[in-house]
């Protein structure tokens, strides 16, 4: 793969990120919960790590990524996604945020399978699994919060 491809993949990947970093600060600016707004915003700190990961990668940063499985207690995949807004419940914000770890996943999935540079193979497991982290501390406040009260 080409110095170029390369540059294209994590530019594509820092873009997805600063995504994530925006949609964090809109739901935390939503968010009527002290302890959810907290966590709505270490999560984009932590995207923030990734952006920061992206823009200062190296061969040699990508060979000593830790990769640790992560459990998906995959409660949000079953519960309906509602669009955002000021009114949005704790439930739908949490909701809402887990799917969008959610997608985030699949769409590194999505890019690890079609890279044949293992460097590149090897980030995007590391940032997969990084998502994964995000979606399941966002499910453990669901079963916690909301699937203890009902």
Same mark, same amino acid.
Do not use: C, W
């Given at each position: ?9 994590? &530019?594509?990947? +820092? ?14 600016? +939503? *968010? ?14 932590? &995207? ?6 992206? =823009? ?7 060979? *000593? ?14 519960? +309906?996604? &509602? ?42 497991? *590391?940032?997969? =699994?990084?998502?994964? *982290?995000?979606?399941?501390?966002? &499910? ?11």
């Amino acid at each position: 793969m080409g110095l170029d491809a390369f540059n294209e993949i994590i &530019e594509f990947a +820092i873009r997805n990120e600063e995504k994530a970093i925006h949609s964090y600060g809109i739901l935390a600016e +939503i *968010s009527r919960t002290p302890g959810l707004k907290k966590l709505l915003l270490e999560l984009q700190e932590e &995207e923030k790590n990734h952006k920061k990961l992206l =823009q200062e990668i190296t061969k040699e940063k990508i060979e *000593s990524l830790e990769i640790k499985e992560v459990t998906d207690l995959k409660i949000s995949d079953y519960l +309906i996604e &509602e669009p955002p807004d000021s009114d949005m419940s704790f439930q739908d914000l949490l909701i809402l945020a887990a799917k969008k770890e959610q997608k985030a996943v699949e769409l590194y999935s999505d890019m690890e399978r079609k890279v044949e540079n293992k460097e590149l193979k090897r980030l995007f497991e *590391s940032l997969i =699994q990084q998502e994964k *982290s995000h979606k399941l501390k966002l &499910e453990e406040e669901y079963e916690k919060h909301v699937l203890e009260e009902d």
